[in-house]
């Protein structure tokens, strides 16, 4: 096999890894059932990729480039934290349509070679935010890109486990993008008059986790049947 032949032998394969995966999770990608379904042979499958591993890696890398990569543009009149947050989106709002993407994502990444993913994220979001960090500070950049891609990827495995839903990880990261762009220093250095009434800041718990100090009583209405708070849950604490 060869010329276009192999092309569509090889896009085949990958769209047939997708759709098992969308249809019936990455634990149910086996290359015989792979095979079939793309018409193809064990042979040829081998001859494109030297594992399963790899195989869905190649197929989540190319599920990535065609969902979350494909409209990575620069808007040269968008502030900072605009335009850095419009490429978070484009990467995360497709997984709210397939979350079985983002799970095989989270787990392709933890396998050999995973770290494809890594350069093909860089890859594709720098360019795109090349123009928002123009002239800036290089530790200033550093210091957001440290932030931001760590927090991104400790988001990713609360998607996959269940505590957040995409729409309550883009208010969170939107949140914490507006922080680290903002002049704080009055946040951070303000103190109550002397001799007012003063203690430590009463926080939502519900932001960081769904087991934290209150969350989770049985009377709580927008706790799941388990106890949990339900990803997304509006709670005001007290």
């Not at 494109?48 to 990569?69: G, P």
């Not at 050999?112 to 290089?138: K, M, N, S, T």
Request: hydrophobic share 40%.
């Amino acid at each position: 096999m060869n010329g276009s032949g192999e092309v569509d032998a090889a896009a085949r394969i990958l769209d047939s890894v997708v759709e098992i995966i969308e249809s019936d999770g990455y634990d149910a990608v086996q290359l015989r059932t792979v095979a079939k379904r793309a018409r193809v042979s064990l042979t040829t499958i081998y001859a494109l990729h030297s594992s399963r591993d790899e195989l869905i890696l190649a197929a989540v890398e190319a599920w990535m480039a065609a969902h979350s990569y494909v409209e990575l543009t620069q808007h040269p009149q968008e502030e900072l934290a605009d335009g850095l947050m419009r490429l978070i989106r484009c990467v995360f709002q497709p997984w709210e349509q397939s979350p079985q993407m983002a799970r095989a994502f989270f787990r392709a990444r933890a396998t050999p070679g995973g770290h494809r993913l890594d350069r093909q994220g860089f890859e594709a979001v720098l360019p795109a935010a090349g123009h928002l960090l123009a002239g800036l500070d290089r530790d200033y950049v550093t210091d957001i890109a440290l932030v931001m891609i760590n927090l991104c990827y400790a988001m990713v495995g609360r998607l996959v486990d269940g505590t957040a839903d995409v729409p309550t990880i883009l208010s969170s990261l939107e949140r914490v993008m507006h922080r680290l762009t903002s002049d704080n220093t009055r946040l951070a250095t303000q103190r109550p008059a002397a001799g007012a009434q003063s203690g430590t800041p009463t926080l939502d718990f519900s932001l960081f986790s769904l087991f934290g100090p209150g969350i989770g009583e049985p009377s709580d209405p927008g706790a799941n049947k388990d106890g949990r708070a339900a990803p997304g849950t509006d709670r005001t604490t007290p």
